[in-house]
């Protein structure tokens, strides 16, 4: 009986780089309405040029482009996003899958907006004349990238012995604002209460300091 050679011929393919998966801003909880880019980065890839295969929780695909502008984000976009790179002038030298990176979109079914409101906390709600108030300002979700505003209200005349603060919130480009927070109102037991200024900051709390007289007899 003859025996027929059997033939197998094996594909190697040279594993380059590694592939990782970056979000910008670098938030990985978002609100629907939110814009937020998924990029694929190789590293140790130098000036090669890529082609690139991405792996989403939606059904549409990017394009190879090694990124993906999400605007405005759903909770359809919500989850894992991975990515992987092959070498433009060769079908062979390519990374491996890059590990997952989980994306959530907050869906604000509950809210006459999209936009969530900031909770504004001020300590302490009773000054007297030299002290300083701690304005706080919580977003739900917590996550990071955001500015925080600082405002002062204006207060009805007939209740000239208080003084109000209101914040949001925002992030990303264009910019993703929140809705204002509900106003808050701090007693001050003095005649004459100048503000400092206030502006946008990075940090969620300031100390606000009132420059103040005592009421005149």
């Known amino acids: 009986r003859q025996v027929r050679p059997v033939y197998v011929l094996f594909f190697f393919l040279k594993l380059v780089g590694a592939a ?15 814009t937020i880019t998924v990029r694929c980065e190789i590293q140790g890839g130098g000036d090669t040029e890529w082609e690139y295969k991405w792996k989403t929780p939606t ?35 390519t990374t491996e899958w890059s590990s997952s990176v989980r994306l959530t979109v907050y869906d604000r079914n509950h809210s006459p907006t999209d936009k969530p409101q900031p909770v504004l906390t001020v300590s302490p709600s009773w000054l ?26 204006v207060p009805d005349l007939s209740h000239n012995s208080y003084t109000g603060y209101v914040c949001r919130a925002g992030r990303g480009d264009p910019v993703f604002y929140t809705e204002n927070s509900e106003p808050k109102f701090v007693c ?7 503000l400092t200024s206030l502006t946008s900051t ?16």
């Not at 990782?20 to 939110?34: A, T």
């Not at 701690?134 to 600082?150: D, I, K, M, Q």
């Not at 940090?203 to 005149?216: A, C, E, G, R």
């Open 20 to 34: 990782v998966v970056i979000l910008q801003p670098n938030v990985s909880e978002i609100y629907r309405g939110e």
């Open 59 to 93: 059904s549409f695909k990017p394009s190879n482009q090694h990124e993906h502008r999400i605007s405005p984000a759903s909770s359809s976009h919500s989850g894992n996003y991975r990515c992987k790179g092959r070498v433009k002038s060769s079908q062979h030298r």
């Open 128 to 153: 007297s004349p030299g002290a300083s108030v701690t304005l706080n300002c919580e977003v739900e979700h917590p996550s990071a990238g955001w500015r925080f505003y600082w405002y002062k209200t």
């Open 202 to 217: 990075l940090q969620k709390t300031i100390y606000v300091f009132l420059i103040t007289t005592n009421s005149p007899q």
């Open 188 to 194: 001050i037991t003095v005649s004459v209460a100048v």
